[in-house]
Every structure is written in C-alpha cells, then in structure tokens.
C-alpha cells in the first residue's frame, strides 16, 4: 500500500530562517503531488500541487516544492519563514494508473512548524 | 463563495450511543468525501461519492459505519454503535470531480466518545 512519510514531526524556527520540509512517498509509479496546511484552528487548505511539467512548484504564500522522481520526494520550501506560517504541514499522494487515478489521498503524518517571532 | 459546512463541530457521547455527522459540500461540487483523522496522523478516507453514488468505501467499517448523500448534496455519515476507540476528527472534503482538481475541506467534527 501507498505510504507517505513527513521526517519532522516538529520544526521549531525562528522569524526569517529557511525552511525545507522532508516527504517521501513509496509509490514506483505516476503520482500527483500535494502540500496542505492546516492553521491553528482553522480547516486544511492547500498550498501547493503538482501533476506534470516543471518539478518546481510554486504555491501560496511564498511556498515551492520540488518533485525528485529520482528520490521519490516532495519536499516543501519558503526562503524566509513568518509567525503566522506555524501550523500543521500535510503532504499527500495520489497514483495515476494507465487507464485513470485514484482518488484516495494518502497523506502523511504532518508536520507541525512552530515560528517564533 | 461558502466553504464546506460540517456539524455539527464537536460531539461527546458515551460509548455504545448512535452519532450523526452533516456535511454541505462546495455548490457544484459533485465529489464527496469523508476522511477520518486521529489525533497525530494525517486524514484517512473513509468514503468517496461521485454524486450519489459511494464510488470507494473500501475504507468504511461497515459493521457500524453508514453514510448517504441523498440527491447528490448533503450528505451524512453515521457510526452506530460508537466505541472509544472511535474519538476522533471527521472531515468531509468536496472537489469538482476530477482528479487533479483541489479537494477543499471543512472544518470536521471533534468526537469523543467517553
């Protein structure tokens, strides 16, 4: 079965650090690509997608990822984090089969990103 | 435009009662779905429909889980009887059908089954 593994469990940083958040996914095959956020007390959004083309993605909020097939990672980037970017991090996949997709996502565990100010 | 409406937002019950979750998905929106999240973990889904029609429900523990979407809209999903093991958040999500479309998310439903 498809799994999704997000390698922090929580980031602490402060105002202006770089971010770069881990997901691997084990699928071999095609797959769309997901980070969702989830801001406290709030419903999860999402940030960014990827289904084909340029493996940089660019999102909301001065977000990207890129896509390495090669290491079957999605990893998660903004040069220079705010307080109001702590919140939970989602990745999720999907796989693309030849003669469709499937819907189900599977999504990791999360990250939850503390910003001190 | 109204987001996903879910309620109701939280819920506590003892263990062995009947529990009813709603979800109002994006006008449009002919895909539904319910996820289930535990506390520390990613949302798992439970239930697709495209429509009316509950097109995955692989995932659903059908032994005391049933959820409908009557006329393609609103639609319920219903643990009877509810175990501890139970307590956690329930999420209903909508997109426009297709694959690659966003799948935009409601608030869910805090359970807590005492």
């Known amino acids: 079965a498809q799994s999704v593994s997000q390698h922090n469990h929580h980031v602490i940083l402060s105002e202006a650090a770089s971010l770069e958040l881990g997901c691997n996914y084990s699928y071999g095959g095609t797959v769309n690509l997901f980070w969702y956020v989830q801001y406290p007390g709030q419903h999860l959004q999402l940030l960014l997608k990827?289904?084909?083309?340029?493996?940089l993605v660019k999102g909301i909020k001065g977000f990207e990822a890129e896509f390495i097939k090669s290491k079957f990672s999605f990893n998660l980037r903004k040069p220079s984090v705010q307080w109001s970017d702590t919140a939970e991090y989602f990745c999720a996949v999907n796989e693309v089969y030849s003669g469709g997709s499937n819907y189900k996502l599977t999504f990791g565990k999360g990250t939850l990103l503390t910003v001190n100010p | 435009e109204a987001g996903v409406v879910q309620s109701p937002r939280y819920k506590i019950i003892e263990k062995k009662q009947p529990v009813a979750f709603w979800c109002n998905p994006i006008s449009g929106h002919n895909t539904l779905y319910w996820y289930l999240q535990n506390l520390g973990q990613g949302p798992e889904l439970l239930i697709r429909?495209?429509?009316?029609?509950?097109?995955?429900d692989s995932q659903l523990p059908k032994d005391r889980f049933s959820a409908e979407r009557l006329k393609g809209v609103d639609s319920t999903l219903k643990i009877q009887p509810a175990e501890l093991g139970d307590s956690a958040v329930y999420l209903c999500?909508?997109?426009?059908?297709?694959?690659?479309?966003?799948?935009?998310f409601g608030p869910g439903t805090r359970l807590t089954v005492l």
């Open positions: 429909y495209e429509n009316e029609e509950a097109v995955d």
């Open positions: 999500a909508s997109s426009l059908g297709e694959v690659t479309d966003t799948q935009y």
């Open positions: 990827y289904f084909s083309g340029d493996p």
